[in-house]
């Protein structure tokens, strides 16, 4: 599996912006979709966004629609999670995940996903 590494997380204005980053290692990481999820203290971690392998297709939780976008650049195994009008309630630790080599299209189910980052935070406050 993939090794996967979180960054970008920070301190965030409410009504800001923050770019998180999740950086790849291993040969695979172009054949696999990748997506990004949150734990917030004291709830379950959620589902945020996905990609499909080449980028092509994305999927996103309802409830962050038009806030979160997700990109890929498969040439430096980078995928980026940009979050616009940050709230209080977006506080989180934020996970990067990708699924096995093969499987090349967009999920919002955990058990999908294969291999986990260390998750970078990300807190939104005033």
């Known amino acids: 599996h993939v090794q996967l590494v979180e960054s970008g997380g920070g301190l965030g204005q409410p009504g800001g912006s923050l770019t998180l980053s999740c950086t790849a290692s291993g040969p695979t990481f172009s054949s696999s979709a990748v997506g990004w999820f949150r734990q917030a203290p004291g709830k379950a971690r959620e589902f945020v966004a996905s990609?499909?392998?080449?980028?092509?297709?994305?999927y996103y939780a309802d409830s962050l629609n038009y806030r979160v976008f997700i990109t890929r650049d498969n040439a430096k195994n980078l995928v980026s999670l940009r979050m616009e009008d940050l709230r209080p309630e977006d506080t989180a630790i934020y996970y990067c995940?990708?699924?096995?080599?093969?499987?090349?299209?967009?999920?919002?189910?955990?058990?999908?996903?294969?291999?986990w980052g260390q998750g970078t935070q990300v807190t939104v406050s005033s």
């Open positions: 995940a990708a699924r096995s080599s093969g499987e090349y299209y967009w999920s919002d189910h955990e058990a999908d996903f294969v291999s």
């Open positions: 990609i499909s392998w080449n980028g092509e297709s994305t």
